[in-house]
């Protein structure tokens, strides 16, 4: 049997795509090489941005969140208040939430390879081969379906993450509702992300830099602006994944092929956002797959998904070459927490 559509990848991006086509009534099957609910390492921030695309249930809610508190290299602080509700979320619960919202359920299957067969695809996997006309690669960073397409993701940045666990009265003394960014150190930040009872601390570097990462957030966590934060908290675990830092790739679409999510770049480079982007994404491929086979291929797909993608102003990510313009050096940090702090100022 050769399915219509095949999504690969059961995160925001893909639970999306599956939420769209099973409201269209499509015949399509989700692919994922984890059982759900699955860990991804995040720090959990979503912004209110997300409000306009689905309602989050007050029961996977870890902190309402009231805004970005952002720190320069001289410590100077400029608090970014939401204009709505925000807040802060395991992504294993989050994930599992949006995948039954799509009232679809992900088969497991590593795939390997996607090999084009005249008019449908052939998914090769470590659980099976199977069939589909369209693919939508929501695979994440480390994406099987880009490579398919020849495209490429410019700037990456190693990311690493460790997650404490604290008393809920501490936490919300020391942090509170605020998601804190630190721009501390060249071409990289760090974070720290409340969580009911416990935090997230992380930090973000160009991977082109070559930096000793491990080294790196050791230092971090011994900053007089950080160390404080977690005293007697204990460290429950440490992951480390990559987050892409150019946004949208060139090539977004190649055949049939379909890029959403972390696998299209789909990531604001100032923050690491990503779950909105892959959500955005992952709908407008979905909808604009289904769209390009209803027109029997009288539509071009590539330009079709750009253009949906530009409307959305999903393609804006791309003209921003944040690290760059506002984190090569100390200098430049600083300039821009100034700018934002005027900004604050006279909002
Ligand atoms: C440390 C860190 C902190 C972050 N914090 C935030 C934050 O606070 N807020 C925010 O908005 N964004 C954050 N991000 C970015 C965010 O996590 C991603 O942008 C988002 O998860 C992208 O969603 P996605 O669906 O594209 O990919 P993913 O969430 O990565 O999902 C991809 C899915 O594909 C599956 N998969 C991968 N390869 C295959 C394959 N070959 N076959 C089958 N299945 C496959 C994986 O198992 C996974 O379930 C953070 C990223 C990192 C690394």
């Known amino acids: 049997m050769i399915h219509d559509f095949a999504i690969i990848g059961a995160g925001p991006a893909g639970a999306m795509a599956a939420r769209k086509l099973e409201k269209l009534g499509a015949d399509y099957i989700l692919l994922d090489k984890a059982e759900f609910p699955r860990n991804k390492p995040c720090a959990g921030v979503l912004s209110p941005k997300i409000n306009s695309l689905i309602e989050i249930p007050e029961e996977i809610i870890e902190r309402p969140l009231t805004g970005y508190r952002i720190f320069g290299p001289s410590g100077m602080v400029v608090e970014s208040e939401f204009p709505d509700k925000g807040c802060i979320v395991k992504r294993e619960n989050f994930d599992e939430f949006l995948i039954k919202a799509s009232g679809s359920q992900p088969v497991k ?67 509170g509702n605020w998601f804190e960014v630190f721009y501390l150190m060249e071409y990289g930040y760090g974070w720290l992300s409340p969580m009911k009872d416990g935090m997230k601390v992380g930090i973000g570097i160009l991977a082109e830099k070559k930096p000793d990462i491990w080294g790196m957030v050791e230092r971090f966590l011994d900053h007089p602006l950080i160390g404080p ?22 090539v977004l679409a190649s055949g049939k092929i379909l890029l959403a999510g972390d696998a299209g770049g789909f990531v604001y480079p100032g923050t690491g956002e990503g779950i909105y982007y892959a959500m955005g994404s992952g709908e407008i491929a979905a909808e604009v797959a289904h769209r390009h ?31 760059e313009d506002n984190l090569s050096s100390s200098e430049n940090a600083e300039k821009y927490i100034k700018r934002l702090k005027f900004m604050a100022d006279r909002s």
């Open 109 to 175: 299957n590593h795939i390997t390879e996607i090999v084009e067969e005249g008019n449908y695809y052939e998914l090769r996997g470590r659980d099976g081969n199977l069939q589909a006309r369209y693919v939508i690669g929501a695979d994440g960073a480390a994406s099987a379906a880009r490579k398919t397409c020849g495209s490429q993701i410019g700037k990456v940045a190693i990311s690493v993450q460790y997650e404490f666990s604290l008393d809920e009265e501490r936490v919300s003394e020391r942090i």
């Open 293 to 323: 086979m209803a027109s029997q291929g009288n539509l071009v797909l590539e330009d079709e998904y750009n253009r949906e993608l530009e409307a959305a102003g999903l393609l804006a990510l791309r003209d921003i070459d944040f690290i």
């Open 229 to 250: 934060k977690i005293d007697d908290a204990k460290l429950m675990n440490k992951e480390a994944h990559s987050i892409p830092m150019s946004g949208p790739t060139e």
